[in-house]
């Protein structure tokens, strides 16, 4: 009987510590959304957009080959495919308006 109520106390825990991620993983999630509205705005009324798109070329060409060159793991699968997803956003955000 100790051993189940071991266990019984063991996934109550678990319970609470994979509560806790879900928590932490919705609010990093909200922040990613505010963190794109507010990106999107900047870059929409930014009065020098050509110096901006360049300068987003220019960092984006140093940092995402980083965040898409990941392991193997789901994980890094994931990272990578929000990442590349997140940059071709940027991307249509910047050339809008400039190619025309």
Known sequence: MREIDHLRGRIEALERQLNLALQHLAVMHAREEVNDCMLSSLILTHPARAALRKEWKTEAASVL????????????????????????YLDELMDEDLDG
Do not use: V
């Open 65 to 88: 080959p980083k965040l898409l060159a990941r392991g193997s793991t789901a994980w890094d699968f994931e990272l990578a495919a929000t990442a590349k997803s997140r940059a071709e």
